[in-house]
């Protein structure tokens, strides 16, 4: 009998998790995304606030690849499908096209930054969403405060006065690892610089932070944010954001540098582009079972799929998260591997698991709401999340680096990859 060829677009969770899954079924797996690492994206921000070097949250997929005898690998951008013949059609870095076949296909591409069309916030905004995005707000920050070194008038000007947009966890996190980083290591390496004169200012639309979470969560958050110097603007939006200007919607001007925007994503348009239907934020119409209606053998998983939340109201949607992209991505998997052995396929609906939802604020702050009640805050909370994050990190190398990382930082009050990367064009460009 020949094996089934099943092809994932996307190295993040879900499709990670669906090609683990399927480590010893009787199928060939390729693996397809136009990087050739997978990013750990819940530690993205400690890249932006120079806590961690880029190698720290990304982990090359052919080291992934090569511990699965079934699994390979494509560095590769996906241009589109003849879904009726089952071919994915590939573009290469070195603009070659390639034909792939298929018997199974798992959409697992992830999301994008969704800007709501504010004006100016795609021209001047930072979203922290993928590796390069962290890299390129760390350079910013770094060159605001170098730039403001050598003017200090700039300062007046906001060169260093930070708006973070978004008050859910990523806009926490970034907003308490900001302030960290100005107040203890920057205020030592611009000793010339009044650095307390630094800002950040966290905008969310809604009346409270970290909408997931229960009101204790919600305040303490707050408090702890507060606490350490960030102005909270909670009911504020942006309505309009230039090079040096943020403007709020109540016509306050804010006179920042920087607008890190971590306010919303929408789905991967790949949807669109291999001519499946989509609903709401670009999300792929999936079944139940997470299969897409009307072709056969074609699956959505994580946040590019509009999974219907079977605890909640009939049209809600489960959150974009990596917890549900895990384990919609195993979820596929089994039922492509009951095919694989001859077994009849369950179709049973997917049923996601609530493990709980963390958020860091800093220096051995969080907050944690886990199963069955428990609730944490602070420096338990903190303690938490770092055993979550590091069992999740992909490599034992990245999870001793991350940990080293961790422990110098909290010993020391220091951060080490504080550097600023140009890419500089070739002679011959």
């Known amino acids: 009998m020949e094996r089934l060829k099943v092809v994932i677009i996307g190295a993040g969770f879900g499709g990670l998790a669906a090609a683990r899954e399927l480590a010893k079924a009787p199928v060939d797996v390729t693996l397809v995304d136009q990087n050739n690492f997978h990013t750990f994206q819940p530690l993205l921000y400690q890249v932006a606030t120079s806590g961690l070097a880029s190698a720290d949250v990304a982990y090359p997929v052919r080291g992934i690849a090569a511990r699965q005898d079934n699994l390979a690998f494509r560095q590769a951008t996906v ?3 003849d879904l009726d013949a089952r071919v994915l059609h590939l573009q290469h870095p070195e603009h070659e096209v390639e034909d792939l076949p298929f018997d199974h296909l798992i959409v697992a591409a992830g999301a994008t930054t969704n800007t709501f069309g504010i004006p100016g916030v795609d021209h001047h905004g930072f979203p922290l969403y993928n590796l390069a ?4 707000l760390r350079n910013h920050v770094l060159e605001r405060f170098e730039a403001a070194d050598a003017e200090p008038r700039l300062v007046d000007d906001g060169a260093i006065t930070f708006v973070v947009v978004g008050g859910g966890p990523t806009g926490v996190e970034v907003a308490g ?17 009044d650095v307390g004169r630094a800002r950040v200012v966290l905008v969310e639309m809604q009346d409270h932070l970290l909408a997931p979470f229960g009101r204790a969560s919600r305040e303490h958050a707050r408090q702890a944010l507060e606490e350490r110097g960030v102005e909270v603007r909670t009911g504020a939006q942006v309505a309009r954001v230039r090079a040096t200007r943020v403007t709020l919607a109540d ?9 890190v925007w971590a306010a919303g994503v929408k789905a991967n348009p790949i949807g669109a582009a291999l001519g499946l239907r989509t609903g709401r934020a670009g999300r792929i119409e999936v ?6 209606p009307d072709y056969p053998g074609v699956w959505a998983v994580g946040d590019v799929a509009a999974i219907v939340d079977a605890h909640g109201a009939p ?6 998260l990596a917890p549900v992209a895990i384990q919609s991505g195993r979820h596929v998997a089994r039922q492509i591997c009951c095919l694989a052995a001859g077994r009849p396929v369950p179709r049973a609906p997917f049923r996601y698991r609530d493990k709980g ?3 860091t604020i800093g220096r051995s702050r969080a907050v944690a709401e886990l199963p ?5 805050r602070g420096f338990p909370a903190w303690l938490s999340w770092l055993g979550l994050h590091l069992v999740m990190l992909a490599g034992f190398r990245n999870r001793i680096s991350v940990f080293a990382n961790w422990a110098w930082n909290w010993l020391t009050y220091d951060r080490g990859p504080r550097l600023i990367f140009r890419s500089r064009p070739r002679a011959d460009d």
């Open 287 to 292: 079944g139940p079972d997470l299969a897409v």
């Open 133 to 136: 995005d962290s890299v390129r």
């Open 79 to 81: 241009i589109g499908a």
């Open 372 to 376: 069955f009640g428990i609730r944490l």
């Open 251 to 259: 016509g306050e001007e804010i006179a920042a540098h920087t607008l």
């Open 177 to 193: 690892a900001l302030t960290e980083l100005f107040q203890v290591v920057l205020r030592k390496d611009f000793r010339h610089l």
């Open 357 to 359: 939802t963390m958020a």
């Open 315 to 320: 049209d809600a949607l489960l959150p974009q």
